[in-house]
Nanobody, 118 residues
């Protein structure tokens, strides 16, 4: 059974930082590209960041503007998202995703709420 469990969300003031983590089980982690997406009510999920199995290719959504860093630990089967200089428009539910190399199906976690507010 595949499980992705996000943690680390919460309430933070503008300009602050949060570190999200996603623990996985049930997959051969180092065969999967890992993703962070986010979603606000009424909107489609938007790519925040992705990282390939060896960590050699990383992509970020345009809105990241150098503020976030994705990383992965293949031994611990986890992926992290360090978010700095948070803005109110970063408020969203953040989801962890995993997709097998060359595959089409993406496994998702249940998400973690990030709220940026003063």
């Amino acid at each position: 059974q595949v499980q992705l469990v996000e943690s680390g969300g919460g309430l933070v003031q503008p300009g602050g930082s949060l570190s999200l983590s996603c623990e996985t089980s049930g997959i051969t982690f180092n065969w999967y590209t890992m993703y962070w997406y986010r979603q606000t009510p009424g909107q489609e999920r938007a790519l925040v960041a992705s990282i390939t199995p060896a960590g050699t290719n990383i992509e970020y959504g345009e809105f990241v503007e150098g503020r976030f860093t994705i990383s992965r630990d293949n031994d611990q089967k986890t992926v992290q998202l360090q978010m700095d200089s948070l803005r109110t428009d970063d408020t969203a539910v953040y989801f962890c995703g995993a997709r097998y190399i060359g595959g089409t199906e993406t496994y998702w976690g249940r998400g973690t709420q990030v709220t940026v507010s003063s």
